[in-house]
Every structure is written in C-alpha cells, then in structure tokens.
C-alpha cells in the first residue's frame, strides 16, 4: 500500500528492536551491524533482506512457531529459526540455500493444506500474509490429498467436528477459525501489547484453536477490550475489521492524529478515494508506538452518523424550531446578533469558549476572535473543568503548566505512583505502554477511592494501593511527604542543587508536623497508616520514581494543593530531569493542552503570559493591529453567572457542550437559558444547543489539516483525509464569523495560523509544518535553544529557576456527609465511552456501556434495599437523577461511582459548584448524595427530556 | 440414572485453590486437587483460579484445555481408557477398542447411561510389550482381548 503523504518505513522487521553494543554480521553476502539482541531476522531485515515469515512480526518477541524463517549459519548444525536466533560476531548467515527453501515450501504445503483457497472471495485478498508467503517461496502445489480439516463445513456428508462458525460477537471485527494458521500472533499482542490476556490457544495438536476467554466465551463476552492488537497482528482474515470486510482493501494511507484522549496516538487513515476503510496505529508514532485502544481504532463512525448536521441553522428563540439556512445567511445573522448585543450590553456582554477537541489553530483563532474582534478577553475552555489546577499548580512550582516527561520515559521507571487516575479506562495506549513496564518489574502505587484495573488485574499487581476517602487527596500526599521527611528520605543534594533550600525547610518543617502523620490522617482518610508509610519508603527508595495523575486531582476543591504537593513529593525524592521520573498529568482530551497553550484562559495570551504585561500585549497588538483588553476576562463558571445577573448576553462556543459536562447543569442552563445569542459550533445537536439560538455544523478530525498538542506536549499533525461534509473546516467557520464582524482575516491555510503562533509565542517559535511533517512530531518548547523541541523538561535546571516548594495545607471541602446526604459520590469515565459520549455514544461502542449505572458497594446497597440492576435515585444537595445500580466492591463502603457519558443520565444535574481554590475547576469528584431505590426517571430527567425534544425540531423545509 | 452431585461450593473451591497457593507454580497443583476433589474441574473454578492467581481466564482456560485429563464434567463411576497408539493398534487394539464401544453403545468421552462406565482413548500407557493395553480407574491390565474386556466392563458394572 502506497503513502501518499510521507514515505514513513512502514516494514515489519520480524522482531522488535532492541538496544545493545554494536554486532557486526553478514546476511546473504551483505555486511550489517545491529544491536546486541537483536535476531537474525531483523538482521537480515536492516540489510534490506526478507526472509519469509508467518508467527513474526516486530509488535511482539519472537515465538519460533512457523518454521518458515529458517536459515543456515556457517559453523552451525541443522537450520535454526531466525526469529528466535540472536545476531553473533562475524556470524555468516544464508537466508536462500536450496535446503532452506525446500524445508519452506514444505512447511508452506502443510499450512495449506489446512487453509480455505478462497483467496479471491476472501477480506484478506491482496493484504494477507499466508498469501504473500506461498508465493516467497513459490508453492506450485500441494500434495495431500483432503483430510481432516478445519475449513470445511460438511466432509464426506457429514458434519465437520472440526470447524467452527465465524464469531461475529465484536461490533468492530470478526473471527473466522477456518482462516486460521495458529501462528499465536493475536494472543502474543493481547499480552505483549495490550497486556490484557484475554485470548488463549485452547487444545492441543491438531486440535489447537484461537480462543477468546473461557470455555462458552466469545469475542465480546470475553476479558476482550477490542484494542484491536490481534486484528493488526493477524497474518490472515481470521481476525479482520467487519469495515474491511464491507469495503475491500484499502489504496491508500494518511497519517493523522487521534481525536479521542490526551495520549494523541498516530494513525494512519487507510482510505478508498475519500471513503475510509480503517485506522490502523502509525509505528513510527511516538506517543503510542503502534498501538491504539478501541475508540481510536474503531469509534470513528460518529464522523458519518445520520444525526450529524451539515446545514447551517438559526432561530429567534430557543422556544421556536430550527430553521436550515445558507452559511451567509446563519453567519451574517450571528454577526448582527453578537455586534447589536455588544451595542447594547457593552464590549464585554459576549464571549467564546473554545475547544478542546478542534486544532491548536482552530483554538488560537477562537480566542483571537475574541481578543481582536470583540474586544474582551472572555475567553474560557473546557481545561477549567478539567485540568486547570495542574496549569496553576505546576506552573507555580516548575514553572511551566505541563507534563515534565513524554510517554517512552515509562520504559525506565522503576516506581511508579498513580493518582487520581485510571489509564486503562481514560488513557488506555499508556495504560498498556505502563501495565508492559510494570510486568518486567517496576512497582505501582495507586491512590484512588475505587479499586481501578491498575490495581489488580491480569498480571500486573499494585504494591499499594492507597484507597482514601474521595476529597483527602492532599491530607494523602502531605502525608507521603511528612514520611519522607521524617524517615530522612528526602533527596537532599538534589534540593540544594535544584531548589530553594529555605523554603524546602520551611516544607519540611510543615509536613513533619505530627498532625500530617500517617497515624494522625488514618481516621480521615480512611488510609492504613503502615501501607502508606510502606508507600512513601517504597517511592523514596525505589528508584527512579514517576508520578501520573489524573482528574482525581485536579477536580476537587484542592485541586490545586494536591497538584502542588505532587510536585513538592516529585522535588524532594529528586525524581524530575531525567528519564524514568518525572510529574505528569494525563490529560483528558486530545488537544487540551494545545488549548491552554494557545491561550484560552481569560487571564493569559498564548504561551501562558498574563494579559496585564503590556509587553506581552504589546507583540500581539503588533501583529494584530488591534488594541487588547488588559483586564482579564470571564472564566466559565463567571460568564454564567453574569448571564444569570443579565450582564452576560452572547456567547460562541465551539466543540464542547458545557451543558452536559459541566457541573450543577441546572446553573448552566440557567445562564445559558437568559442569554440572547448562543452561537454553538459543533458536530451534533449536542445538550448545549438546546439554548442556542444558531447553529454552525462543525467538521470532524478527519476533514481538517491542522495540529494537537497531547499530554506529553508532543505537537502532533492531523491531516485532511476527505473534504468536510459541512462544507468547511472549522477554523474556515471562526474565520468567516470574524470577517462577517469586520475583522478582514485571510488565512488560507492552518500553516499561516501556525506561522502566526510561532511568531508571537516563545515556546513555539520553531515549530513550523515542515518541521513537523520533517520529524514526525515536536515536543514544544521548540525554539533556537531547542530548535527539535523537548521531550524532557527541567534537565538541568527548573523553567522557573529553582524549583519551589509551597506548604499545602489541608482544608476540607464544604460538601460533606450528613444524615440526610451519607454516601460519596465520585465520578469518572469507561473505556468504551469518551467524555460526554458525544461521539462514542454515536457509534458501536454502546454495546459495552448503552447506559451509566452507579457503582455502590454490597454493604451500602443491602442497607438500601437496592439489588444489581435495580433503578435507584441519586440525589444531591443540587438535584437527582435515576440510573442503574451495580453491585460491587470496586468502590468502598460510603463512596459511590458513576460516569458521566449518557445525557439521559447527567450525573451533572448531583454534583455541586463547588470548585477549585486557585482555578475554579469544579469539585466533580466529591458530591455528598443519597442512594434510594426508584421505580423510573425523576421530574428533572423528564422535564429535560421533554425540553431537549421540544429544542431539537427542525422546521421541513418549504 | 444420572449422577446427581451437588454443584461445587466458592467458598470450597478457593480454600483448595488456597492449599496449593504456597507452592512454585501452583496451576496445574490446583487443577489436580480440584479435580480429585469433584472429579472434574467446574467452569466455576476458572475465574477463581484466574483471580488467585492474577492471570487471564483465557489462561486457564487453555491450560485445562491442553491437559486431555482435566474434565469439564464428572466422569462416570469407573474410567476405562484404552491404548490406541501403534503398538497396540499391531497386535488389534483397534478391534478391542470397537468391541468395547459397541458394547457400552457410547462414542469416545461418553458415559454409559447408568453412569458405570466412561470410555477414553489414550495413547499409549507404557505397556506396549503386554499389549493391547487398557487401563481402569489408574490400574493398568496387558493382554485384553474381547473377552477380556467383557470381563472388566461387566466388573465396572456396566
């Protein structure tokens, strides 16, 4: 298959790379020098030579089933596999004598004469290995006579015993046992790659068959989570993509970037013209090195999904139908609307949230917008709820507001503390990146309420497992801390060379109060004193330590503190600055980072400089020819308040639907609900556009060219695969609506945007296309100092100079547990789903979570009178809803969990407005509720669903 | 008549997977006593082995499975396996096996109706120069012929 776009190596060399001293060998006459360790097969491979393969492939370590790569070795006996055989000093290998082919063609005769010769009706046809063999090493025919088998349905009349139906269990793929060759590929993957064992080969002999789980098991009733790693590892159509199947192979391949998380993984979009077939990991991507999870590999149907709007819509008030209109037509009007409100409400009346879904310069032109053409700096976006604090609390103490490591720096970690987080549901390529360094070895702390599949799942084990009671996160690391310090742990050359030493004492002081002891917080936090001193000694000892985190941080009303004091436990242990170590928060959306870059924050410009420096406001008034507000703006939770007082009357708010994911969704509809021009930009008629008075049909990740920022600040290209069904791209949108404002912009290309971020903003200054499109990717800060980015940060010294340490007192929250409200609510998300589930919920991804269901424990839900599967009430101090309880002991007694991913649920409506100190970002994780059984959906969830219907009509047009 | 046994109890089958627990590579330890215990190794026990041991199910699964003499289900009263392979099969171990099945009126695996007897195939038992050979509840008996055969199946009760 051809690579229209770049010409990436994309050759399977037979067995994964390895690092070793240089070893110098001779294949076929050629000289190569490899690694130490690496096989003779890659070998053969670096010298430009392929020796024919079945069970191989460089996703996984060699396995010396197949027999077909088998070499001769001078001074060697015998022919020896050259998967499993490593490279030797001056070794003399032969890849092509008679003997060694006569042994392949024999080896390639048995396999087919287990195999259907189906070829030119079979989904494989011209991608499949099996095929591509026979004709290495030329099979012309194939001597036995029809035996037993496993291919047919009917042998001599009968029934065959042997064969087993297709299974087509899996919404996304198919397992056919007749197309199988048994080369243990896809079971290999599942441990290697995905490190999720849920297939085995069963039998034995001539009976041995792929087996997805136990006996009665199929595909989707199995441990499966449908990463997709057998399918790609599968040399044959026994395990294929159904798309593959419907559609034939595909011709051609572009290399995009993910939309779902923050890890960003690579793809490439294997197309037919503009029709895609399927997504299959890029290997040369440096955040998922070939891997993928299922939303990203196979949830991408949402991109042609029926409900998805394509016309522009506008409308006088939310309580009238939605009318279709032309762009200039809806454009025009919103331009008016925005304009008059300004007129009259002020300059300040309106605003935009941006996105954290769109591209860096989709974002950076939705805050210009704002900043240039309205005049304010009302700006906010979805980081608010999500990751704010971690921009607060790293950018105090480092000095820059982002993960100090990138993803491969997991590969040397030795300990490795998980907090708040839950990878193999949120971030799953580096949850299996993590799961495969911890089965070589390295120790896993997790601290978390629920006990997570980190904490104990096939092969991997945390060593502890701190399961505090949800809001104690700071008492928990201050804790860590004060064991550090008292037990004299603490890596004190590392401070006095990279930090402030006095104010690392007055820390010290702080946590070695016997009020932070392990014994002192026990009662609070619900932590066993002597498991979190083992804790603490464990990641002060054990070597190179890192720290992941996630919104079970940052979502709390000391959201900031914790964040902090992760930083403070990172300095003090001298875990930052190399590889293997490290603080890094994993963060939620594909490009939530480049959004926080970009400058959607109401208090910074781009690159994270205050909008008060009159220098800083001085480069973008030079190259905006505009003046800018020095006053800060609006943050989310402020512009719905002021829209509630009357003061706040417009808003444009591209792809994200605050209704839903943002707390107390009373509130937010109430503020949306007294404003006068909602502008919603988005893919779908999502909740918030109930309240919107027009409606821009955005365009998904796969009709655009632009660039995401993942976790690890990898700036990552996302390429046009086929033109936008809505027509335009949706910077094109942002562009059209400034102009339509007087604005007079006139990219015509996201590079020019780009060439205006690296104009204006110090850490991007080096970043162009080219340079993206030369290396890959780049990890800002990419500048003259660092002209091919950084994948580590503070090195030698921290961005802010010395490191600092804050005390991080802790203040309970104010939402506690009372007789009328006892339990505590948590939430959080699932595998299949992402985030509000706009777009997961819009595809297959419903068969393995159609509905949200609350997690309660059997001690809490016996008390209750609540069975398994049983609808309960939720209900909070802010409002309730009904939903499914599960039974389980995942989550403690006293805390309950949901997600958040089902509109018809809206977890949202229970939790409060409770919210971070420094940030404002919502307190989602600690709600005080109350669990009841119920018999079907409360007044609110009808009421809205009855309002949501009544919104979402769209007049016929006449 | 069908045996009736009660289903395996959790709380039983971890306190066997628990016995074994101490030793190196306890699998296949906690396989046999599950399997002495019940005379077979539930489906019920797999996910309780999988979890004491932190493995997959699939695990497990493919274990059991690659092991011809763990069963999914109870055996009848007696086992009576016979020697199928070469040497055997020279001196007509075939003709006694097809006498055997003929006789009891069930396949290979199968289990006579009153439960007496199931019947397994096997290959070889060590005992070539005494073939053909079979083998009842462990115990191995040289020389069968049809007769001899009768003889022990009429013994099993069968």
């Not at chain 1, 003779?40 to 393969?53: F, H």
């Not at chain 1, 006088?316 to 279709?324: G, V």
């Not at chain 1, 742990?489 to 401070?495: G, N, P, R, S, V």
Request: with cysteine; proline share 5%; aromatic share 6%.
């Amino acid at each position: 298959m051809k690579d229209f776009i770049i010409p990436w190596d994309d050759r399977d060399m037979g067995t994964p790379a390895k690092t070793g001293k240089p070893v110098t060998l001779t294949v076929d006459g050629v000289e190569v020098v490899v690694p130490e360790g690496t096989s003779v097969m890659r070998a053969a491979a670096e010298a430009g030579i392929s020796v024919p393969k079945l069970c191989a492939t460089d996703s996984v370590e060699a396995f010396g089933s197949c027999r077909l790569c088998v070499v001769e070795i001078e001074g060697r006996r015998g022919t020896p596999a050259s998967c499993t055989t490593p490279v030797a000093p001056g070794m003399v290998v032969h890849t092509q004598s008679s003997k060694v082919r006569k042994i392949r063609k024999g080896v390639m005769e048995l396999y087919i004469s287990d195999h259907p010769l189906d070829c030119l009706t079979c989904a494989a046809n011209g991608d499949c290995e099996l095929q591509d063999m026979a004709g290495a090493v030329g099979l012309r025919d194939v001597r036995y006579a029809p035996g037993e088998n496993h291919f047919e349905v009917r042998s001599s009349g009968e029934a065959n015993a042997r064969y087993i139906p297709k299974d087509e269990s899996n919404p996304y793929f198919t397992y056919d046992p007749q197309k199988c060759i048994v080369c243990s590929r896809c079971v290999r993957a599942c441990e290697e790659v995905q490190g999720t064992f849920a297939l085995t080969i069963e039998g034995r002999g001539f009976d041995s068959r792929v087996k997805a789980g136990m006996a009665g098991d199929d595909f989707l009733s199995s441990d499966c989570v449908s990463c997709g790693a057998c399918v790609q590892a599968c040399p044959t159509s026994t395990l294929q993509e159904k798309s593959v199947i419907e559609l034939g192979t595909p011709e051609r391949s572009v290399v995009t970037t993910c939309a779902y998380c923050g890890v960003g993984c690579s793809f490439k979009a294997e197309m037919q013209g503009d029709q895609l077939v399927r997504m299959v990991p890029h290997k040369q991507g440096k955040a998922n090195r070939g891997h993928s999870c299922v939303k990203g590999r196979f949830a991408w149907g949402y991109a042609t999904h029926k409900e998805r709007i394509l016309n522009p819509m506008i409308r006088d008030s939310i309580d009238q139908p939605w009318q279709e209109v032309s762009w200039d037509e809806a454009i025009g009007f919103a331009a008016e609307r925005m304009r008059g409100l300004q007129e009259k409400y002020g300059r300040r009346s309106v605003g935009v949230i941006t996105s954290s879904r769109c591209t860096n310069e989709e974002t950076f032109l939705v805050q210009k917008l704002t900043r240039a053409v309205f005049g304010n700096n009302n700006t906010d976006t979805c980081a608010r709820v999500c990751h704010s604090p971690t921009g607060y609390g790293l950018g105090q103490t480092f000095g820059t507001s982002a993960g100090t490591q990138d993803f491969d720096s997991v590969e040397h970690t030795d300990v490795v503390i998980i907090i708040g987080a839950n990878p193999t549901d949120g971030h799953p390529v580096f949850a299996s990146r993590l799961k495969k360094r911890l089965r070589k070895g390295a120790k896993l702390i997790v601290i978390d309420p629920r006990r997570t599949d980190m904490v104990k799942s096939a092969h991997i084990q945390a060593a502890h497992h701190l399961a505090l009671r949800p809001g104690t996160n700071v008492a928990v690391v201050t804790a860590l801390a004060h064991v550090i310090v008292t037990e004299g742990l603490a890596d004190e050359a590392f401070i006095r060379e990279r930090c402030d030493w006095d104010e690392f004492r007055e820390y010290a002081e702080f946590a070695s109060d016997p009020r932070h002891a392990p014994e002192a917080v026990e009662a609070l936090t619900g932590v066993p004193a002597e498991e979190l001193r083992k804790a603490a000694r464990l990641f002060a000892t054990g070597g190179n330590g890192a720290i992941y985190y996630g919104l079970g941080v940052t979502e709390h009303s000391q959201g900031s503190t914790t964040v902090i004091g992760i930083a403070n436990l990172a300095m003090m242990t001298g875990n930052i600055g190399r590889t293997g170590v490290g603080v890094n928060p994993l963060r939620g959306q594909n490009n939530v980072q480049g959004s926080c870059d970009m400058g959607s924050f109401p208090h910074e410009l781009p690159g994270y400089r205050h909008v008060k420096l009159p220098e800083v406001r001085a480069i973008f008034e030079n190259a905006w020819g505009v003046q800018i507000d020095p006053e800060p703006g609006l943050r989310i939770p402020n512009m719905l308040d002021a829209a509630v007082e009357g003061t706040f009357k417009g808003l444009y708010c591209q792809g994200e639907d605050i209704l839903q994911s943002d707390p107390d969704t009373k509130h937010v509809a109430a503020g949306l609900a007294a404003m006068e021009c909602v502008i919603v930009h988005d893919l779908f008629l999502n909740e918030t556009a109930n309240y919107a008075h027009v409606f821009l049909p955005g365009s998904t990740f796969l009709e655009k060219n632009g660039t995401f920022t993942n976790a690890e600040r990898r700036i990552n290209m996302v390429r046009k695969v086929m033109a936008p069904l809505n027509g335009y791209e949706d910077w094109q949108v942002t562009q059209m609506l400034a102009n339509a404002m007087g604005a007079g912009w006139d990219y015509t290309h996201p590079r020019q945007i780009m060439a205006e971020i690296a104009a204006t903003t110090p850490s991007f200054a080096g970043v162009t296309y080219e340079k993206i499109d030369e290396m890959g990717s780049v990890q800002w800060p990419c500048n003259e100092a660092n002209p091919d980015g950084t994948p580590l940060m503070h090195v030698d010294g921290f961005v802010r100079g010395k490191g600092r340490f804050i005390v991080t007192e802790y203040v309970p929250t104010l939402e506690k547990t009372g007789p009328r409200f006892p339990l505590l609510l948590t939430t959080g998300r699932i595998l299949s789903q992402y985030n509000v589930g706009a777009q997961t919920r819009r595809t297959d991804n419903v068969v393995w979570h159609d509905q949200d269901v609350l997690e309660i424990h059997p001690h809490d839900a016996e008390t209750r009178g609540v069975k398994d599967g049983d609808f309960v009430k939720l209900a909070s101090r802010s409002g309730e809803t009904t939903l499914r309880a599960q039974i389980t002991d995942r989550v403690s007694p006293g805390v309950v969990y949901t997600t958040f991913h089902h509109p018809d649920t809206q977890a949202n409506v229970v939790t409060t407005d409770f919210s971070d100190w420094a940030t404002n970002c919502p307190e989602y994780k600690v709600t005080a509720v109350q669990v009841s059984p119920s018999n079907g959906p409360s007044d609110w969830q009808e009421d809205y669903a009855a309002q949501a219907a009544q919104s979402r009509r769209i007049q016929a047009a006449e | 008549m069908t045996q009736i046994t009660p289903a395996p109890r959790p709380e039983d089958l971890r306190e066997l997977i628990a016995s074994q627990m101490h030793l190196e590579g306890p699998l296949l330890p906690i396989l046999h006593a599950i399997q002495e215990s019940y005379g077979h190794v539930p489906q019920s026990a797999v996910p309780l082995i999988a979890d004491a041991l932190n493995i997959g199910k699939a695990e497990v699964h493919g274990v059991i499975s690659f092991y011809h003499d763990f069963r999914d289900a109870p055996a009848g009263r007696h086992v009576v396996k016979i020697c199928r392979a070469e040497a055997c099969q020279a001196v007509g171990g075939t003709a006694v096996a097809e006498h055997a099945l003929q006789r009891l009126g069930v396949e290979w695996h199968g289990t006579t109706a009153n439960g007496a007897v199931t019947i397994e195939p096997v290959y070889c038992l060590g005992l070539c120069a005494c073939a053909p050979a079979a083998m009842v509840d462990g115990r191995v008996v040289g020389r069968v012929d049809a007769a001899r055969m009768d003889e022990l199946l009429s013994e099993a009760g069968a």
